[in-house]
C-alpha cells in the first residue's frame, strides 16, 4: 500500500487485511479490516500506532514508509495510542530494528508495554495536555480518553494541521483499498461503511458508551480538520460526521433509539417460526419495521449491531430441554456485557411436553432492565386463538416503540 498525504509532512499508511480470523477473536470480518499508522516529519519523526504481524501488515508499512521517504530506523518516537496486540503486536520486531526509538503512551499504557511486551525501556509516560514537539512547527498534544474502548487509551492532535489520531475510537471494519479519504467514496460505499462502523461499535466500544460522551466532550474545543482512525476511513471533508455518529451510537445507552424492532428467532420445526409471523404481522399492522436474525444461522455479531440501535426487541424461541434454546441464551448474554439496555421488549415460543425457557430467560434479561410485555407460549403448534393473541401483543409491542 503506498502512503497517502493528509498534509505535506502527515502521511496515513494502512494495510488491508483479509482473513479468515475472527477480529478479538469473536467478530467476522468478511470485507476485512484496515490497520491504519501515521507518520509525522518534522525536525523529529514520529509514528502514531503500530501494526501486528497480520496480513502482511509489516511489509506494507515498511513499504508505505519508504514511499514518504522514511525508513523503519529513522523514526525517533512511536506513540502509542492504544496497547491492543492489533496495534503493537509486531512492537518486539520493530524493536529489534529500531532500538533507539522512544515510545510514548500513558501510564497505564505502559504498564500494558510492561506486561505484554517486558519492555521497560526508552518509554515515556504522557498525560493529557502534554505536548510532543518535533519542530518545523508540528507537534503532538495528547489526550486520554480511558476505557475508548481499554483504560489506557489517549488521542493525539496535532494543532497545524488540525488532525486528531484517535485509533480505535471513530473506527470501522472493512478494507479501502487504494482510498482512504472520506471524499474519495461515493454514496453506496458509505452506506457500507455506516453499516460496518456500527457493526464495530456495537461489538467492540458499546460496553463503553458513558467513556465514548467523555471522550467527545474533551474534543469540543479542538478545530478537527482530519479524524484519523487506526480502522477505518479518515474524515477530511466532513470530520464532524464520523464524531456526530460516534455520539449518536453513544446515546443508544441510555437516550433515544431508533423506533423499530430488532427481531432475533430461533425455531426447531417450524412452530415457533409459525407463531413469529403472527407477531410479525401485528408489527406491519402498525408500521413498524423490524430487522430479522435466525440463530444460529447468523453470527450475532451483525444482531448485536441491529439491536443496539433498535427500541424494540422481539425474542422467539422454543424451549429447548427445559431450557432457553442454547443459541438464543449466547446471544442474551452478549446484550448484557454490550448493554442492550432498557428497550421495550417481547419474547414468544413453543414448547414441545413440557415449558421452561420462561423462568432462564427472566433470569438472564434481568440485569438489561427492558419494559418487558407479557410472554406467549403455546404447546406444539399455535392454533387460532394462539394466534389471535400473538398478532395483538405484535400491534402492542409496535406501539410501545412508536411511543417511547
Not at 128 to 154: Q, Y
Not at 242 to 266: F, H, M, N, P, Q
Not at 359 to 370: D, S, V
Request: charged share 25%; with cysteine; proline share 4%.
Amino acid at each position: 500500500m503506498k502512503a497517502h498525504a493528509i498534509n505535506d509532512r502527515i502521511y496515513a499508511i494502512h494495510a488491508d487485511v483479509r482473513t479468515e480470523d475472527l477480529f478479538e477473536g469473536i467478530w467476522p470480518i468478511p470485507d476485512g479490516v484496515s490497520l491504519n499508522s501515521y507518520l509525522l516529519k518534522g525536525e523529529k519523526i514520529a509514528l502514531v500506532d503500530l501494526v501486528r504481524d497480520w496480513g502482511g501488515a509489516p511489509a506494507a508499512l515498511e513499504t508505505g514508509l519508504s514511499q514518504a521517504g522514511v525508513k523503519l530506523a529513522d523514526v525517533d518516537y512511536l506513540v502509542l495510542n492504544h496497547l491492543e496486540p492489533d496495534h503493537t503486536g509486531w512492537l518486539a520486531e520493530y524493536r529489534r530494528l529500531n532500538p533507539k526509538v522512544q515510545i510514548l503512551a500513558t501510564a497505564k499504557g505502559c504498564e500494558l508495554l510492561r506486561s505484554f511486551y517486558k519492555v521497560t525501556e526508552g518509554v515515556r509516560v504522557v498525560k493529557s495536555g502534554d505536548e510532543l514537539d518535533l519542530g518545523a512547527g508540528l507537534k503532538l498534544v495528547f489526550i486520554e480518553t480511558p476505557n475508548v474502548h481499554w483504560p489506557e487509551t489517549m488521542m493525539s492532535y496535532e494543532p497545524s494541521s488540525g488532525t486528531l489520531f484517535s485509533c480505535d475510537a471513530f473506527g470501522s471494519f472493512g478494507m479501502l483499498g487504494d482510498r482512504v479519504f472520506d471524499d474519495q467514496f461515493n454514496a453506496g460505499e458509505h452506506e457500507r461503511f455506516e453499516e460496518e462502523s456500527l457493526r464495530y461499535y456495537s461489538n467492540i466500544v458499546s460496553s463503553f458508551g458513558l467513556f465514548v460522551k467523555r471522550a467527545v466532550e474533551k474534543l469540543a474545543g479542538l478545530e478537527l480538520r482530519a479524524v484519523a482512525p487506526s480502522h477505518g476511513m479518515i474524515w477530511r471533508a466532513g470530520p464532524r460526521a464520523i464524531v456526530d455518529r460516534y455520539t449518536k451510537y453513544a446515546s443508544y445507552l441510555d437516550g433515544k433509539r431508533e423506533k423499530e424492532v430488532c427481531v432475533v428467532w430461533g425455531s426447531m420445526y417450524g412452530n415457533t417460526e409459525r407463531g413469529l409471523k403472527a407477531v410479525l404481522q401485528g408489527l406491519e399492522d402498525e408500521g413498524v419495521p423490524y430487522s430479522m436474525h435466525r440463530v444460529p444461522n447468523e453470527d450475532a455479531s451483525y444482531i448485536l449491531a441491529d439491536a443496539y440501535k433498535s427500541e424494540g426487541i422481539l425474542i422467539a424461541m422454543p424451549t429447548y430441554e427445559y431450557k432457553m434454546f442454547p443459541p438464543m441464551a449466547y446471544v442474551l448474554d452478549l446484550f448484557d456485557r454490550k448493554h442492550v439496555w432498557g428497550r421495550t421488549a417481547l419474547r414468544i415460543g413453543s414448547w414441545g411436553w413440557v415449558g421452561g425457557a420462561r423462568k432462564e430467560y427472566e433470569e438472564a434479561i434481568a440485569p438489561l432492565k427492558w419494559n418487558n410485555l407479557e410472554s406467549v407460549e403455546w404447546p406444539g403448534i399455535p392454533d387460532e386463538a394462539a394466534l389471535e393473541v400473538l398478532r395483538a401483543r405484535g400491534r402492542e409491542l409496535g406501539r410501545r416503540v412508536k411511543e417511547a
